[in-house]
Antibody
Framework: QVQLVQSGAEVKKPGSSVKVSCKVSGGTFSTEGIAWVRQAPGQGLEWMGGIVPLFVKANYARKFQDRVTITADERTTTAFMELSRLRLEDTGVYFC??????????????WGQGTLVTVSS | DIQMTQSPSSLSASVGDRITITCRASESISTYLKWFQQKPGKAPRLLIYAASTLQSGVPSRFRGSGSGTDFTLTISSLQPEDFATYHCHQSYGHPVTFGQGTKVEIK
């Protein structure tokens, strides 16, 4: 059984960065994709990017690609999402999720619990 | 990017009702369509993949159908635990995208 456990809530100032972690237990971390999905308050789900740890290179949504960095540490089976140059509208819950094999990092049924990131001056 | 448009944005229904949510893609996505259920403060839960295949453990009252650009999620007899928000999601092309969600509320 696969479990994804994310780091705790963060409060950040505009212009700063945030790094959220996602510890994966079970499964085969190196060859299974991890995606990051954002949900602004009261809004829908927004895919940010994904990574297969073994391949190192992440894939990003165009909207985020100049501000987001997704990485993975095979030794600790932990994935990370760092978002820089934070804006007020980056406030929301950030989820990690295991992905299917479609090649496009589409989430499946194993998700982290979500991490609330609040951007406030 | 492929746009996914759900309707309605919200609906009110009673326990036992049959409800249908629609999802339209801005271009053909074959059957690369998933449905997720999300309850407040929780992560999404996968209900249906490949447009019509029920995820393991999901009750048979949930049914997905469609291909190309038009898809539906039907709940045949709404149960108290089904009051939630439902999201459609395409994995046909990059970037993968979601619909805006449909909130199902108790009448």
């Amino acid at each position: 059984q696969v479990q994804l456990v994310q780091s705790g809530a963060e409060v950040k100032k505009p212009g700063s960065s945030v790094k959220v972690s996602c510890k994966v237990s079970g499964g085969t971390f190196s060859t299974e994709g991890i995606a990051w999905v954002r949900q602004a308050p009261g809004q829908g789900l927004e895919w940010m990017g994904g990574i297969v740890p073994l391949f190192v290179k992440a894939n990003y949504a165009r909207k985020f690609q100049d501000r987001v960095t997704i990485t993975a540490d095979e030794r600790t089976t932990t994935a990370f999402m760092e978002l820089s140059r934070l804006r007020l509208e980056d406030t929301g819950v950030y989820f990690c999720a295991r992905t299917d094999n479609s090649g496009w990092f589409s989430p499946e049924d194993d998700w982290g619990q979500g991490t609330l990131v609040t951007v406030s001056s | 990017d492929i746009q996914m448009t759900q309707s309605p944005s919200s609906l009110s229904a009673s326990v036992g009702d049959r409800i249908t949510i629609t999802c339209r893609a801005s271009e053909s996505i074959s059957t690369y369509l998933k449905w997720f259920q999300q309850k407040p403060g929780k992560a999404p839960r996968l209900l249906i993949y490949a447009a019509s295949t029920l995820q393991s453990g999901v009750p048979s009252r949930f049914r997905g159908s469609g291909s190309g650009t038009d898809f539906t999620l039907t709940i045949s007899s709404l149960q108290p635990e089904d009051f939630a928000t439902y999201h459609c999601h395409q994995s046909y092309g990059h970037p993968v995208t979601f619909g805006q969600g449909t909130k199902v509320e108790i009448k």
